[in-house]
């Protein structure tokens, strides 16, 4: 509702915060700029940093919500 009131007010850019890739969907077709999901930015930016790290050896991805990664083990976590 508040897009569609900032869309009357004549906001030209609008950027909104969605929960899931089906609300970021819906934002589009409302005319929203920009919708972010945190947590998704979140886990790229980790998986970014992971793959630079040498410490990710493998990824599979089982759908979109559902994936497995083949990692190295921290020497600190060894024995545990």
Known sequence: LVVLAL????????YAKALSADHARIFARLGVTESVIPER???????????????????????????LQEMTVPPSWEGQ
């Open 41 to 67: 930015e979140a886990a790229r930016n980790l998986a970014f940093r992971m793959v630079r790290s040498g410490s990710l050896l493998n990824y599979v991805e089982l759908n979109e919500d559902l994936s």
């Open 7 to 14: 869309r009357d007010l004549g906001v030209r850019e609008i």
